[in-house]
């Protein structure tokens, strides 16, 4: 077996960011995934929001768990904190990890069969609680990994590469994220980069519970007429909601602002997303809109990209249990373990 490793070295007119990085500093391990699997742009969409946020690597925990999409945390933020959860667990694991050290960014990174089924309920849980993180699902409605079976999202009525028709109803992550109390809710396409790093960037910035579904095509088994998954299906029946700009408040202006109407939503560190809405009477700030507009398009057979729903003042899982601001694993014995009068008090208010 031939093992290919990219040179250490850079090139010295590499442009650098704020912190002293490179792109290149953000990436990982050269993908061993199909040439043109989808989710390969989203790694370098990961990586060039990350670089152009001024993120530094050993600040990020990225987390996955099992599938093709959660073999991706090796491809991007190679100097970063990374754990590989058994199937469907990432979420509690991720929980975890964000309870005893407040100060990471958590980048959670699942698969359409990681998160649609056995990880559903992890899933479920993981966004009513409003766990800070950016939750990504790389949804290309099949089992990769194990020949191209349905996952749980793939469409009724799609056809697999051998012609078998789907009998089954889709599990619709982002009904199920809106419904479930998600603060940063997002669609994107892996082959429109321009869309999707902004939303990324979005994300990472956002104080709760953030999550992106992105459609990413698998090349091998469901790429192919009569599925709705493939690029040609997704770039026919894209309905854009929205395009948005991640404007970091250190730079007075980092793009021109579109044609259209825009909204500028604060962010809980100061930063600002400006949203241009491609449709006059789509409000992303309306929760029970933003759930009758993906139904609606769906029931048109259209795939419904950018973001969805924002809360611009959302709270996260340390704000609902009135959590130490210093994280927990900074803590000493003395206030880990405040004695048996403290002990007393807590209890007596369950009574």
């Known amino acids: 077996m031939t093992y290919i490793a990219k040179p250490p070295l850079h090139h010295p007119t590499l442009a650098t960011n704020k912190v002293g990085y490179t792109r290149r500093d953000y990436e990982g391990k050269i993908s061993t995934l199909c040439a043109g699997c989808g989710h390969d742009s989203i790694s370098a ?25 959660s073999k991706t945390p090796d491809y991007f933020l190679g100097a970063s904190h990374g754990f590989n959860t058994v199937h469907g667990r990432m979420p509690s694991v991720l929980t975890g990890a964000n309870l005893a050290n407040r100060e990471l960014l958590y980048l959670g990174v699942s698969g359409d ?20 993180m950016v939750y990504i699902v790389e949804n290309n409605g099949v089992y990769g990994l194990t020949k191209g079976q349905f996952s749980a999202t793939a469409d009724r009525g799609s056809k697999s590469k051998k012609g078998v028709v789907n009998p089954d109803s889709p599990v619709d992550l982002i009904g199920m994220a809106l419904q479930l109390g998600a603060t940063y809710v997002a669609r994107g396409f892996s082959g429109d980069k321009a869309q999707l790093v902004p939303l990324i960037e979005g994300a990472i910035r956002h104080g709760g519970a953030a999550f992106i579904d992105v459609i990413s095509p698998c090349v091998a088994f469901n790429n192919h007429e009569g599925s709705t998954r493939s690029y040609d299906y997704v770039r026919e029946h894209n309905e854009a909601v929205s395009r948005i700009d991640f404007i970091d408040l250190a730079e007075e202006v980092k793009a021109e602002p579109a044609p259209g109407e825009v909204i500028t939503l604060p962010q809980a560190d100061g930063s600002l997303m400006r949203l241009r809405k491609l449709h006059t009477d789509y409000d992303p700030t309306d929760r029970i809109s933003a759930m009758n507009h993906v139904q609606a398009m769906q029931a048109r057979g259209e795939v419904v990209t950018g973001l969805i729903y924002v809360d611009p003042d959302a709270a996260d899982l340390h704000a609902a249990l009135h959590t130490s601001a210093r994280p927990l694993n900074q803590l000493d014995e003395a206030a880990l373990c405040p004695g048996a009068a403290a002990l007393a008090k807590i209890n007596a208010s369950f009574r």
């Open 45 to 69: 969409a990961i990586i060039q929001a990350c670089w152009e946020l001024d993120i530094q690597p050993h600040k990020v925990a990225k987390l996955s768990g099992i599938g093709c999409s």
């Open 113 to 132: 069969g990681d998160s649609a089924s056995i990880g559903l309920g992890q899933f479920a849980h993981a966004m009513r609680r409003g766990v800070r």
